[in-house]
């Protein structure tokens, strides 16, 4: 009853920006918060920024000063802006959403930095 689709991954170079976008389809994608996760080859998933219904926002250690979540529910899109990229961010990135019932995820979009 949600699809979730990924866009605006990539190649950067090191230093440089990416924003990716999820849209979703739904009514109620207001009501949900969201989040970015990713996973590189051979690690663990991991949650990158999440967003509440109130647009607070968490990031994870590692990326905090460098990206930023936001959402536009008239557009049913979040959106996560990356800069000051490095190497270690390449990972396939996913967004996701969550009721209280279950949870969707997107088809991922793959991001690569080059050092």
């Known amino acids: 009853q949600v699809q979730l689709v990924e866009s605006g991954g990539g190649l950067a170079q090191s230093g440089g920006s990416l924003r990716l976008s999820c849209a979703a389809s739904g009514s109620l994608f207001r009501l949900y918060p969201l989040g970015w996760y990713r996973q590189a080859p051979g690690k663990q998933r991991e949650m990158v920024a999440v967003?509440?219904?109130?647009?607070?926002?968490n990031y994870a250690e590692s990326v905090k000063g460098r990206f930023t979540i936001s959402r536009d529910n008239a557009k049913n899109t979040v959106y996560l802006q990356m800069n000051s990229l490095k190497s270690e961010d390449t990972a396939v990135y996913s967004c996701h959403l969550q009721t209280l019932t279950k949870e969707y995820w997107g088809q991922g979009t793959q991001v690569t930095v080059s050092s």
């Open positions: 967003i509440s219904t109130s647009h607070s926002t």
